[in-house]
């Protein structure tokens, strides 16, 4: 069994004393890192002024290790309500880079995440007391791999898996990805990386300032109202629903289908009958008409259920996958008789999410 935990992929500095609520998913007030308290998640974006995050960061950088580290906070926590004895078990982690990136940040993420840590934050307490906790984290093994890859493994490996070929196409925040996947893997010459969600964000921005003030919002609180499509101005309910259509369809229109269009053959289609959407592009219904439109006729379009977290589903599953094949092998020692927990750890550009996948005693 698979358990999901998400939260906003934001993060602001403060110096205030947040001593009145935690972070409902995280689980603490602030992150502590390098000597600067951090509103990181939901937090950062109700309580912060300016919660930011860079698109599509490198290991380096510090919008990745702060959002890592919260993210192996709710890991860390998710196993420890799981265990009877106290004792985390030992952590097989997979994440991801989009395809166009991964090459030149897999090692150094893997050097990062493979680090021991320790981990220390914030946590206020039901009379307003704010304490200081830190968290020791240790990585057994560390699989890096592309975007698209995890979702395809989601796909084939998770519940009600899928077989044949198909074309698959995760719309992700910052990275749209595709490819033609096949019973031996993605066809790497008719997989593509080009822009996210965050153009269409940006076009919604630019209409709505036409004429509506946006209170100085940053890219991810825009991203959050294009969601809702509605936001209250003097207190009256301002409808957006138009902008974001109008938005999504230039985005599908500039972006997607010419992406689609030069990467995928006539010849592909003939041998796929399938579409699958994933990424959290694919809840947007404006969005998914327009493929419908485009491929309705040709594909049956289905969209994985949950997609926002088909990445990180797949990334547990490959943990899980990736780590029996090396037993087997006998590349890994199975000296330690304690049983390991499969996480994928979806780093996003909207949102962060960790599966876990921790095996049961039938197994």
């Known amino acids: 069994m698979i358990k999901t935990y998400s939260f906003p992929s934001v993060y602001e500095s403060t110096l205030r004393d947040f001593a009145t609520s935690n972070d409902p998913i995280l689980g603490f007030s602030k992150l502590k890192f390098e000597g600067v308290d951090y509103l990181v998640g939901l937090h950062a974006l109700n309580d912060g002024v300016s919660p930011h995050k860079f698109i599509n960061p490198m290991p380096e950088d510090l919008d990745y290790k702060i959002i890592t580290q919260a993210a192996l906070v709710v890991a860390n926590n998710a196993l420890q309500s799981e265990v009877k004895n106290g004792r985390i078990p030992k952590m097989i982690i997979t994440t991801r880079f ?19 840590k320790i981990i220390s934050y914030f946590k206020s307490s039901d009379d ?61 010459r008719t997989l593509f990386s080009t822009h996210g969600i965050s153009y269409a964000i940006n076009l919604f ?15 991810h609180q825009v991203d959050h109202l294009f969601t809702k499509g509605f936001m209250y101005v003097n207190r009256k309910r301002r409808d957006f629903s138009n902008e974001k259509k109008m938005s999504l369809e230039m985005y599908y229109n500039n972006v997607v289908s010419p992406a689609i269009r030069r990467y995928i053959s006539d010849q592909d289609f003939e041998s796929v009958d399938k579409l699958v959407l994933a990424g959290g592009g694919a809840n947007h219904k404006d969005l998914l008409e327009m493929f419908r439109k485009e491929f309705g006729e040709l594909l049956n379009i289905t969209v994985y259920e949950n ?57």
Not at 135 to 162: H, M, Q, Y
Not at 207 to 213: G, I, R
Not at 313 to 340: C, I, Q, R, W
């Open 128 to 188: 307003g007391i704010l304490t200081s906790e830190q968290r020791i984290v240790s990585i057994s093994e560390v699989n890096i791999i592309p975007e698209l890859v995890g979702c395809d493994t989601a796909v084939r490996k998770g519940e009600n898996p899928l077989g044949g070929n198909f074309l698959i196409i995760s719309l992700g925040y910052g990275t749209c990805e595709g490819a033609v996947s096949t019973p031996e893997g993605l066809s790497v």
């Open 307 to 363: 997609p926002e977290k088909c990445a990180s589903t797949g990334y547990a599953l490959y943990s899980k996958l990736n780590h029996s094949v090396n037993e087997k092998d006998g590349v890994f020692s199975t000296e330690n008789p304690d049983k390991p927990a499969y996480l994928g750890i979806d780093i996003g550009n909207a949102n962060t999410s960790v599966a876990v996948y921790h095996k049961s005693t039938a197994e």
């Open 98 to 116: 989009p395809y166009a990136t991964y090459q030149f940040n897999k090692e150094a993420a893997e050097h990062y995440l493979k680090d021991e």
């Open 205 to 219: 921005s630019q209409e709505l300032s036409k004429h509506t003030y946006l209170s100085m919002r940053t890219e």
